[in-house]
Structures are given as structure tokens and as C-alpha cells.
């Protein structure tokens, strides 16, 4: 070996040794961690509002008028209380080079659940995603995110785990520039039980008899190997509920396959392929643009759309026309998360009706988000 590299190297395993503790840390703090807080017997809740940017605040504004239609008794009685959070836009975390600023994040924590427009995140450099700093920060281990297509029977549920994988360590891979570079991916027993337990517990709640546990084993044999083994161990619990095991390549095909993707019901993955193919079923759903995502923890949880900040949109002066069902799906699940059920069903069906009515393209030819949201309101 060019001993030229010998510094790089040493350094290199010195960091490594570093993450090493301190996921094992990480992990051993999980096992401590016990019982998810109950919405049902709190007498007030506090919900964060944080527009993010992009096309985020177009979709917040609308959102926001409907959430506080929707809520008008419980705002009156003080039983919800609305915080607007500042701060967390592209340009402010870039001025101040941080993810998510202190400020906003002390802010944050003050809340039970918040719900999140997008926030950019920007490829390469070391800012890491916002996103994923509020999973770690608020620990939302589980990432929920349905899609269903009526017509085909098809209601599927995605379990996917949110705090470690490929993410956990995105941003401190290490390098040898010009010659090599190496990310790393993380599975803990702990968070992998506890994603597996919340999607066993959907299952079963939910009189649902399918799960396919997704990964790429023979591949990723240590982390995604004990990722299978240990829902295997979870799946014990629930004999009603058929485990099976699928890889995600052939699990990306059976989903476009119109023969058998009816047959699934709930998804249990890591993190990264959670990630892809929750867009792929976001796709077959209607678009991105129609999907919610709930990232629950058992302290706070945080609603959003599950797509991004379509950047792209807003440099070419379309972000009126971006679909705000995305954002509106998420208000729904957070309603349901804090057990206001009757207003998350009056939201859902006057989204269903309105969506068979005013179709928003992202395009100039499709309906505006303005005009989407003028329309569910009148039905509420
Ligand atoms: C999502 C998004 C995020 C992710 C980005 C914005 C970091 O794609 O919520 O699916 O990769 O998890
Ligand atoms: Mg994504």
C-alpha cells in the first residue's frame, strides 16, 4: 500500500471507532426507552406549524386554512393550541450552517405534534437534511405512509423504519478523495424491534393478515439479514399475521404488476428502500403529490407530504399549481394521531370528493393549489 495514505487511514479508523460508540450507544439508550404517550388523555395539545420552503408554504397556506376550519371548536375551548415555528427554510439554514436551528428546534420540542411543509435538502456538502435531524432529534422512529387505490382494492400500508439505515450516517461517511469513499449503514436490534412491533401492531389492530417484510438480504447480509431475522422474531407474536419475506428489487416489480399487487397490505422496510418505493406507490396512487407521511415516535410525531420541495417547480413559476393533497393527507393522519376521528373523517371524504373534481396537475394546465383547497372548504 502507498504509505502516503497511512495518515488518511488512521484517521479514518479513529473515526470509525467514534460512530461505532456511539451507535452502540444509540441503541443501548433504545432498549431503556418504554410507552408511547396517549393522545387520548391530554387535555391540551400543542401543534407546530412549520411551512418549510419551496413549495412547502403555497401547500401550508391552504393546509392551514383548512386545519383551522377543521379545529375551530377545539381552538375556542383551547383544547388545541396552534405555535408557528420559524426559522426552518433553505436560507436560513444555509446562512447559519446549520440543519436545523437551535432556536427552532427549542421551539419544536415545546410541541406535541407538528406538521411539516418540505424543506430542501442539498446534495453533497455536509448540510444534512432537516428531515432527517427531526427524525433523529424527536426520535420518529416510524414512518407511515398509506396509499390506496380504491378501484383495485388496493389499501396498502408502509412501515418504514426512520431513523437509521443508510440515513443515521449519511453525512459522516469517510474518503479518500480521488480514490475512494465509503458510506455506512446501520441496524440496531433495538430500532429494528420497535419498527417491527409498530407495524405488527397495525396489522393486528387493523384485522390485517399480510405483511411482507422487505430487504435485500442476500445482499446486505448483517444489517438487513438481522433486520428479516428480527421481525421473524416479532412475527411470532401475531400468528394471525402472515410474515412474509420479499426483496425489494422484485418487490419494485410486483408493485406495477396489476395481478397480484392487490394482495398486499402492510410493508415493513429499512429505511433507504422505504424511502424508494413509498414514491413508486405514491406514483400508483395519483402521484407524489397525493401522498401523506406520518413520522411517529413515542414522544412527538411530525406530518408531512411525501415529496419534497420541488425546487424545479418553483424555478419555473409553477408553485401555485402544486398539489396540496399531499400536505391535506397528512393533516388527516395527524388529526387521527391526536384522536380528533370525526374531523379526520370529514376531511377524508370531502379529499376524496374533491379530488374526483378538481384535478391538480403541477402543471398549468391542472386546477391551482388555491383553487383545490377553495374547493374542499366548501364542502366542509
Ligand atoms: C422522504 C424524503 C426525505 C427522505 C428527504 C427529504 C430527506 O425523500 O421523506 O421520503 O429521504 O427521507
Ligand atoms: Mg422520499
Redesign the pocket.
Known amino acids: 500500500m502507498n504509505e502516503a495514505f497511512a495518515p488518511k487511514i488512521e484517521s479514518a479508523v479513529e473515526s470509525f471507532r467514534t460512530l461505532l460508540c456511539q451507535q452502540l450507544e444509540r441503541q443501548e439508550k433504545m432498549e431503556k426507552d418504554s410507552g408511547a404517550k396517549d393522545f387520548s388523555k391530554m387535555e391540551k395539545i400543542v401543534v407546530g406549524l412549520v411551512p418549510g420552503d419551496g413549495i412547502g408554504p403555497i401547500l401550508f397556506r391552504e393546509t392551514e386554512r383548512v386545519l383551522k376550519k377543521l379545529v375551530e371548536k377545539e381552538l375556542a375551548s383551547g383544547k388545541i393550541e396552534l405555535k408557528q415555528i420559524e426559522g426552518l427554510t433553505i436560507e436560513n439554514r444555509l446562512a447559519l450552517g446549520v440543519s436545523v436551528p437551535k432556536d427552532t428546534l427549542d421551539a419544536i420540542k415545546e410541541c406535541d405534534v407538528l406538521l411539516k411543509g ?4 442539498p446534495k453533497g456538502g455536509t448540510l444534512e ?4 435531524t427531526l ?1 433523529r432529534e424527536l426520535d420518529l422512529y416510524a ?1 407511515v405512509r398509506p396509499v390506496t387505490l380504491p378501484e383495485e382494492g388496493i389499501d396498502w400500508i408502509f412501515y ?1 423504519e ?1 431513523t437509521e439505515g443508510e ?1 443515521v450516517l449519511g453525512s459522516r461517511g469517510v474518503e479518500i478523495p480521488g480514490k475512494l469513499a465509503m458510506d455506512f449503514k446501520v441496524t440496531t436490534d433495538a430500532g429494528t424491534r420497535r419498527i417491527a412491533r409498530a407495524a405488527f401492531e397495525y396489522a393486528k389492530n387493523n384485522g390485517k393478515t399480510n405483511l411482507a417484510i422487505v430487504t435485500k438480504a442476500n445482499i446486505m447480509k448483517k444489517t438487513d439479514g438481522n433486520f428479516s431475522a428480527i421481525c421473524h422474531e416479532v412475527a411470532a407474536d401475531y400468528p394471525n399475521v402472515t410474515a412474509e419475506d420479499w426483496y425489494i428489487d422484485i418487490m419494485a416489480a410486483n408493485l406495477v404488476n396489476k395481478e397480484i399487487r392487490n394482495r398486499f397490505q402492510v410493508f415493513l422496510l429499512p ?2 428502500y ?2 424508494i418505493i ?2 413508486e406507490a405514491a406514483q400508483i396512487q395519483g402521484g407524489v403529490g397525493t401522498a401523506g ?1 406520518a ?1 411517529l415516535g413515542d414522544r412527538y410525531a411530525m406530518f ?1 407530504a ?4 420541488a425546487p424545479r417547480m418553483i424555478e419555473e413559476g409553477l408553485g401555485d399549481y402544486a398539489n396540496p393533497e399531499s400536505l391535506l393527507r397528512a393533516l388527516e393522519m395527524l388529526l387521527r394521531h391526536i384522536c380528533l376521528t370525526s374531523a379526520a373523517d370529514r376531511l377524508a371524504k370531502a379529499l376524496n370528493e374533491t379530488a374526483k373534481e378538481v384535478v391538480v396537475t403541477g402543471t398549468r394546465e391542472g386546477a391551482t393549489c388555491r383553487q383545490f383547497a377553495d374547493a374542499l372548504l366548501a364542502r366542509l
Open positions: 418540505p424543506t430542501t435538502t437534511s432537516a428531515n432527517v427524525r414512518n418504514r426512520n440515513y429505511n433507504l422505504g424511502d413509498t414514491d407521511s413520522n408531512e411525501i415529496h419534497g420541495s
